[in-house]
């Protein structure tokens, strides 16, 4: 499961093997600002009143800002644990690392640092005055710059980029929060690829971080296609067939919901123009429109701009039906579509006696003899047309 920025190869065997445990971290309280002095007595000593303390400005970012500080100490603290480090004077920890190579630290300062790595440090054999722990499965380089973490509290930003999964697991086994954060911020922003999206998956389900799991999660469902046909997944699904079986999971869900949304899009599209077509109907047998409408009405004419959007394609759908020919229902499509609109309209409209809509009475009439069957659907139909009215007009409000 390599990636083009990172050989996560070898976290594999330290991510099954790793159960150390992370104490709890204690919180420091400020000292309260001392109160200001009384205005007697600042007129007495004729010392101009102070400027009033700065108003408490509260920002939230919605994500954290990348990158972040790579030092979280003065420089001249940060030179002088790097020194420590660099120079090994009075070290008694010698930690090996997978290629066998030792790096010389004080036990006293990591034990202070990171309390999982002190317990190791405590059970581990002496020779020689010198004790020794093993950091496998990771490279040497990594492990340094965690250990230089330990120290100054500082790093160096193409390190953190080139080992960011390894520091990660590093930062979350020996219980070091704040780099864990750091490295968190990193691969939610700036890492994250279709060749390392799984690798960076996997480690951070093991690391307890459920936002870059989310995004993780995210992303392969966004590129399935391509990320499916990477090395890193064929490798999940030969060794977490059951990760897989989430993630392919997630991929039909996500597809259904898109698919479930596009179908409701078209769904309420289609009865938002039914019910503009209710509208234009009642307004063409009504008012008249243009070159429409009841005899005792003065038209338009084209000239006048009509403000129902279904009222031309309906004007042309009337003409029609009013010199077909075939217009008996079923006999001609348009007008079929003419007797369903004039049924709807009647089911529709709570005036029959005054309507104006040509055979809105004589359909009331007919809805008596409809079979229980018929009666429901068009039932149903209303309701969501007259469920699209309200929608419609909630958002001309907006």
Same mark, same amino acid.
């Given at each position: ?54 108003? &408490? ?7 954290? *800002? ?26 008694? =920890? ?74 990660? =697991? ?143 394609? =309906? ?48 359909? *009331? ?7 229980? *069957?018929?009666?429901?659907?068009? &039932? ?9 009215? *309200? ?8």
């Amino acid at each position: 499961m390599a990636s083009p920025v990172t050989d996560s190869a070898g976290l594999s065997p330290l991510i099954e093997t790793v159960s150390w445990n992370a104490d709890a971290v204690g919180t420091l309280s400020m000292p309260e600002a001392e109160a200001p002095m009384s205005s007697s007595v600042l007129n007495n000593c004729n010392i101009p009143k102070p400027p009033p303390l700065p108003s &408490k400005i509260v920002t939230r970012n919605k994500h954290p *800002k990348w990158p972040p500080e790579s030092c979280f100490v003065p420089k001249e603290t940060k030179d002088m644990w790097d020194k420590l480090f660099k120079d090994g004077n009075g070290a008694d =920890l010698c930690i090996f690392t997978e290629d066998k190579s030792c790096i010389f630290a004080h036990s006293s300062v990591l034990s202070i640092a990171s309390p999982v790595l002190g317990y190791r440090i405590r059970q581990s054999k002496i020779k020689h005055g010198m004790k020794y722990i093993q950091i496998p499965g990771l490279p040497h380089d990594a492990v340094r710059v965690f250990i230089r973490f330990l120290y100054s509290s500082c790093y160096e930003e193409e390190e953190l980029k080139k080992y960011a999964l390894h520091l990660l =697991l590093l930062s979350h086994c020996c219980s070091v929060p704040h780099l864990k954060r750091v490295c968190i911020c990193y691969l939610e922003q700036d890492f994250l690829t279709t060749e390392n999206v799984i690798d960076t998956l996997l480690l951070a389900r093991k690391c307890d971080a459920p936002r870059l799991v989310l995004i993780c999660v995210r992303m392969v469902v966004k590129n399935f296609k391509s990320i499916s046909s990477t090395e890193g997944w064929k490798l999940m699904k030969r060794i977490y067939p059951d990760i897989e079986q989430e993630l392919v999971e997630s991929v039909v869900e996500a597809d259904s919901k898109k698919e479930e949304r596009q179908r409701k899009i078209e769904e309420k599209k289609v009865y938002t123009q039914l019910y503009e077509a209710m509208e234009a109907l009642l307004h063409i047998c009504k008012d008249g429109c243009r070159t429409i409408g009841p005899r005792d009405k003065m038209l338009k004419g084209n000239q006048i701009a009509c403000n129902f959007p279904a009222c031309k394609g =309906l004007e042309a759908l009337v003409r029609h039906f009013s010199g077909c020919k075939t217009r008996v229902p079923g006999g001609c499509g348009h007008c079929k579509r003419m007797w369903q609109l004039l049924e709807l309209h009647s089911r529709m409209c709570n005036e029959p006696d005054s309507c104006k809509v040509p055979l809105c009475r004589h359909f *009331k009439e007919k809805i008596q003899q409809q079979c229980k *069957k018929d009666e429901t659907k068009w &039932k149903l139909l209303v309701n969501k047309v007259i469920a699209a009215k *309200k929608g419609s007009y909630l958002f001309s409000s907006r």
